[in-house]
């Protein structure tokens, strides 16, 4: 079951990793092309449609793994479900934001540009759709699926942007066109895999969606905090500062967390496994392996990360984002420390206590707040990096403090490997190198 485990794991990592490269490929063309006050440009609405998409999903993304893993939903009563979530919300979400935005713009002596808000804002039902039916074939059993779908979706974004932003005067706006050609699509995939396996209605189940909203609504309110967590800085620094900072300082957070593609490669796996687990103990001799794992191979990467920073960033980015090699040596202390409280909040979701989400993310944005406005008016890019690298340790040691309260494992048998780890590797290595994805 572990050997299992970790091969899924390192071909979610795989695909993830293929996939970042696709995404690391579209943010050099924007960077390259548009400069550092476009690229921030980009990043400010695509966050503000992520953030609209992630409320109108009603935490229905982690019910799609958690009930379906345990045969509480069937996978085409789901998918029907989440049809009507992203349809009755998504649509109407998006256009109360597009008609409040003005308001908010005068209010924050920002005006946005409207025609940029509304590309962005008609990205959200089909964003909500796409996070739904992933979540939705990773609970079926489908990772290699969810994975190869997440990848198709780069991938087009990538394809999509190099015409309209490469060869055609397509400019920002072209840029934020272009990730909705890649959502467009990558539903589609997505369909097509579930109507593969049988897992596709049109006629929603209300029994089925009140139990999916039961389990997702309390995950919900943590989802929403921990992604102001994750970009408020950056939505700060844009609202204090310039474009320009913000698009230099995305490049530093993109940077960083490509750490977080290993932890989340792992719980992509170990969600619907410790929902599965035949017994308790199974489920936390999985999670505690799976930790230690993910602890060194986080350091490592963030390591290697920071090692490299001067010379990849100038080559891939240039000169204009010099600015963000110190940041990302900051945030990277912080993502590295937040790694296996990632785990080991979703193993506690797993085990049916979902609102640990929000009370790590309610314990952590308390702390963001306060230091990002200490921090970014006075010290602009190294300011929003240190807030967010403190929120970080803090939120990572919290949430290893709650797995060993709750769930009895504590920090010896998470963190430090044991002999027996590393005969997983000779077993692993091969049958990854003979079916990679």
């Not at 050609?181 to 995939?189: E, M, P, Q, T, Y």
Request: hydrophobic share 60%; aromatic share 8%; with cysteine.
């Amino acid at each position: 079951m572990m050997k299992r485990g970790a091969l899924l794991s390192l071909q979610a990592f795989a695909a993830q990793a293929a996939g970042l490269a696709c995404g690391l490929a579209s943010g050099v063309v924007i960077a390259r092309c548009l400069g550092p006050a476009a690229k921030g440009a980009v990043a400010v609405y695509a966050l503000t449609a992520g953030f609209i998409a992630l409320a109108g999903n009603l935490g229905m993304g982690m019910a799609n793994v958690h009930l379906v893993a345990r045969g509480a939903v069937e996978p085409r009563r789901a998918w029907a479900n989440s049809l009507a979530v992203a349809a009755a919300l998504g649509i109407p979400l998006s256009a109360a934001a597009f008609f409040a935005a003005p308001l908010l713009g005068i209010a924050l002596r920002r005006p946005p540009d409207m025609g940029l808000l509304a590309i962005a804002l008609g990205s959200v039902p089909l964003l909500v759709l796409f996070d739904l039916q992933l979540n939705l074939l990773q609970g079926a059993g489908d990772i290699a699926g969810s994975n190869r779908s997440g990848l198709a979706r780069q991938a087009l974004r990538l394809a999509a942007l190099l015409p309209l932003v490469a060869l055609l005067p397509g400019g920002t706006a072209g840029a934020l066109w272009s990730a909705n050609i890649a959502l467009a699509g990558g539903n589609l995939w997505c369909l097509a895999l579930l109507r593969r396996r049988g897992a596709v209605s049109l006629a929603p189940d209300w029994p089925s969606l009140a139990r999916s909203l039961g389990y997702g609504l309390k995950t919900l309110p943590g989802q929403l905090v921990q992604f102001l967590n994750y970009r408020l800085d950056l939505l700060l620094l844009a609202l204090f500062w310039t474009n320009r900072e913000a698009g230099i300082y995305s490049v530093a957070v993109f940077m960083a967390e490509l750490v977080w593609y290993i932890p989340q490669a792992v719980i992509t796996v170990l969600l619907p496994r410790v929902s599965s687990a035949p017994t308790a103990q199974q489920g936390l001799a999985l999670t505690a392996r799976a930790i230690r794992h993910t602890v060194l191979w986080s350091a490592l990467c963030a390591a290697a990360l920071a090692a490299a920073a001067p010379m990849v960033i100038g080559l891939l980015y240039g000169p204009p984002f010099a600015e963000a090699v110190p940041a990302l040596w900051i945030l990277l202390l912080g993502i590295a420390a937040l790694a296996p409280g990632k785990l080991a909040v979703a193993h506690l979701a797993g085990a049916g206590r979902p609102q640990y989400y929000t009370y790590l993310a309610l314990t952590g944005i308390g702390l963001s707040v306060a230091l990002d406005l200490a921090l970014i008016p006075r010290f602009g890019i190294i300011g929003a990096a240190a807030a967010s690298a403190a929120a970080y340790a803090v939120s990572g040691a919290l949430a290893l403090y709650w797995l060993r309260a709750r769930a009895g494992i504590g920090l010896r048998r998470s963190l430090l490997l044991r002999r027996e780890d590393w005969s997983l590797y000779a077993d692993l290595v091969p049958q990854f190198i003979r079916d990679p994805l």
